[in-house]
């Protein structure tokens, strides 16, 4: 038995064995173990068959990413032996179900431990699904958790309503530590029952983030990896009073936060990539009208349809450039569903305060099953609604229209809800004058519509400069001076992490940049980056698109790039060989 | 009291003189006015086109958005506030064409609106391009040798999807479009209002339209009648107008949503969460 202050777990199964929910638990039982953990549903755009995997990352210390290899892995088909086994660490141990699956011959030291998973589960039910929790049971000996754990978490999964199968699974479990007591321990963490850690990924913990500044309007069609936003937030809201409007089309999703924001809710919308793509107009809408909207983007691997359930850092070009012409927008990207929750509250506000549309980049490898510990202190939000008039004062009740876009010292106008007296005015997608009025037929090119023109333009795109003093600088991960600097933006940030932990340990002197506020930039970010180490960009696309966006801003060019797009999440030994590659050259 | 005064805009229509689009206009207007309904109380929503620059040219709040997309910025405002009268007010393309989809999900969901749809058979805006209701035959710029693209049915077609309120009206009889306006604010759900509003400069049918038009409820129609609604709205004997088809009986979208969710609608919900529901969902997983 060995030790170790981090390791890894694979589950790999065929869609409908139930693998998610057996990675599930097994994060559950090492959170209230003490332990932190990153996880990873590695599925496939299918229901049943195929070959799908959850990967558990777990450390005595916070954990951000895949981790190193595989110290466990647990193959119930064969081809989950096939695909992972060589990615097994030396000391390590597969798991197999011996009656069906065969395993390999290996030149290092991996221990194999051979069970019959599914027929010890025909015991306690008439299908096999019970396999999962014996191999849990198996587990948890060979990784020397207390089994009490095991029990109490069982028991957590399946609730009071179905106490029958919660005994029966925790005989299945019995079962399967009897096997693992019987083994030779592995590799163990040490563990502290009396703590017990809370987790999310980032699609729940921004939903949480998103209800707690007061968000009761949703709207979506379905789209993985963003569909467990709407799951999340349909699933409270009886209790938490959120409409969850289940659009016909991503077009109908986003005009309808639209019209629910301007009515006086806040309001979000959530899809991935080819989703958004239909929701362009509309953002350039209400950046137009000013009506304050949250629309995030779990990105998935693309283009077009791409690799649906596979993760990518691909959309940042769209956002950047998004529908006709200019106009205001404000995109930022969490690091992980540690930064999402408040990330969502900052949403809200620099939306309402602004009048502008906030766009929010996540993805696959922080999104749906990619659970972290939570250790950020989730406070509760501060509403602050920005310039909304809720009654007309004297001078207002005269006019015939409300000056709803007026022009203000900061370019901020006030704004009315519909409902509220003598405050009446037209919402204008159209170019328009301080009242709303269209300028865009009978007065187009006359002079004072020029005028006019030009100064509308001139108030929306100023505010621009305004929330650029808001925006964050990025934060840095290590050191503040070191002599290589990786530039991470969003979720890219957790695998660079992981990579900088061990490269520091192997004396080498790295840190990096996190990007969390990507637009528009902070005005520092041009003097950090001439500070900075030597940059190595990492992100998950094909071009680097956020360094070609820091080039476009700050003139400085990134020429060494770690970019992956092959739809798997970026590992930190892929980081580690990429940066010592770097360093080598640079030092020839 | 509500008068007519408080719903007069100091911006003047951009129609072509004797468009159709007036009588709408000031048919909404004295439906409001007769209902009550405070300016500030309601909303008009539109798209784009000549008939969607209607918001402007009348003294309540308005959205003047995309176009085809104005039936969903109306129901986001109507389940944000469902105390609010919401409007739709677009033409054939906006409605029928680009943004049809729309409202046939609104008309099965019954969401709670208004959609009064100024139908001249025409693209008007764009300079006269064949629209979704343009007759087979018809020359447009499109269609300079006839079109041979066959017409949408907009009552049929909302009837067959589940529609329970579905009308027609007629620009040039004001007095009676405000009548069906005034149902349709007064219904249970989704209303459907298509108003021939004809367009002079490039399909002027009005006189056809006049000789045509013939009132249902001077033949006894019988509005919960599905069948006799159909053949009314496929009738080529004559132009039927008024109510053709209309049910009570179905819960609005928005009734149900506020059995779901409890008597705040999103726009009166904007509080945020306390410290102890804050820790009791982060734990939810765990």
Partial sequence: ?588 | MINLKEFESDVRPDWCPGCGDFGVLAALKDALVSLKIPPYNTVIVSGIGCSSNLPGYIRAYGFHGLHGRPVPVALGVKNANPELTVIVTAGDGDEYGIGFNHVVHAARRNDNIVVIVMDNLIYGLTTGQLSPTSREGQVTKTTPDGSIYRPLNPLSAIMGVGGTFVSRGFSGQPKHLSWIIQEAIKHRGFSLVDVISPCVTWFDIYDEVKKQVFKLEDTGHDPSDMTKALQMAKTDKGLPIGIFYRNEDVPSFQEMMQQQIGKNPPSKGVKALDKAKIEQLKYEYS
């Fill in chain 1, 1 to 588: 038995m060995t030790k170790v202050e981090d390791l890894t777990v694979r589950l790999g199964a065929a869609a409908g064995d139930g693998i998610q929910s057996a990675g599930e638990i097994l994060a559950r039982v090492l959170s209230r173990s003490g332990i932190y953990i990153y996880t990873y549903n590695g599925n496939q755009s299918v229901v049943r068959g195929g070959h799908v995997w959850f990967h558990i990352h777990a450390g005595n210390r916070p954990v951000y990413s895949m981790g190193y290899g595989i110290d466990y892995l647990v193959a119930f088909t064969q081809q989950s032996m096939d695909e992972h086994a060589d990615e097994v660490n030396n000391g390590g141990a597969i798991i197999y179900d011996s009656s069906s699956v065969k395993p390999k011959n290996f030149a290092g030291n991996v221990k194999l431990v051979p069970a019959e998973l599914a027929n010890i589960a025909l015991k306690y039910d008439k299908y096999p699904i019970m396999k999962n929790t014996v191999s849990l049971g198996i587990l948890a000996a060979l990784m020397g958790i207390d089994f009490k754990i095991v029990e109490e978490t069982i028991h957590t999964q399946f609730g009071k309503k179905k106490e029958d199968v919660a005994l029966r699974n925790i005989q299945a479990a019995t079962d399967g530590y009897q096997i693992g007591l019987k083994q030779e321990k592995v590799k163990e963490l040490t563990y502290d029952y009396s703590k017990r850690f809370p987790f999310l990924h980032s699609n729940y913990s921004f939903s949480l983030g998103a209800v707690a500044a007061g968000c009761r309007f949703y709207a979506a069609y379905p789209m993985t990896p963003a569909s467990p936003i709407v799951h999340w937030l349909a699933n409270h809201a009886e209790e938490l009073g959120i409409t969850v409007f289940l659009a016909e089309d991503e077009i109908s999703a986003i005009n309808a936060i639209i019209g629910a924001s301007y009515a006086g809710a806040r309001a979000m919308a959530g899809t991935s990539g080819g989703g958004f793509a239909l929701m362009q107009e509309a953002i350039g809408e209400a950046a137009m009208t000013e009506t304050p909207i949250v629309v995030v983007d779990v990105m998935r691997a693309g283009p077009s349809t791409g690799l649906p359930t596979k993760t990518a850092q691909g959309d940042l070009n769209m956002m950047l450039g998004l529908s006709q012409d200019d106009f205001p927008r404000v995109i930022v990207a969490p690091v992980n569903a540690n930064d999402a929750y408040s990330m969502a509250i900052r949403s809200f506000d620099i939306s309402d305060r602004y009048q502008v549309p906030v766009i929010v980049l996540m993805d696959f490898a922080i999104g749906d099953g990619a659970y972290i510990t939570i250790t950020e202190d989730f406070k509760p939000a501060e509403i602050n609604r920005g310039k909304l008039v809720y009654q007309a004062s004297g001078d207002m009740l005269n006019g015939t229209w409300f000056r709803r876009y007026q022009l203000t010292e900061d370019y901020i106008s006030p704004r009315s809800i519909p409902g509220t007296p003598g405050l009446m005015y037209v919402a204008k997608t159209d170019e328009h004058d301080e009242f709303g009025h269209d300028v865009s037929d009978v007065l187009a090119g006359l002079k004072s519509a020029l005028k006019t023109r030009e100064q509308m333009y001139e108030k929306r795109m100023k505010k621009l400069e305004y929330i650029r003093k808001e925006m964050r600088p990025p934060t840095i991960f290590g050191p503040s001076k070191a002599d290589v600097t990786l530039i991470t933006w969003g979720s890219s940030a957790n695998p660079a992490r992981d990579a900088i932990q061990r490269l520091r340990g192997n004396g080498i002197s790295v840190n990096s940049y996190e990007f969390t506020d990507i637009f528009p930039l902070n005005q520092d970010v041009e003097g950090m980056l001439k500070q900075a180490g030597m940059l190595v960009d990492v992100e998950a696309n094909y071009t680097g698109q956020f360094a070609n966006y820091l080039r476009r801003e700050t003139g400085i060019t990134i020429y060494n790039r770690m970019l992956k797009y092959n739809g798997e999440p970026i590992y930190p030994a892929e980081i580690e060989n990429f940066a010592m590659k770097v360093i080598e050259k640079e030092v020839l």
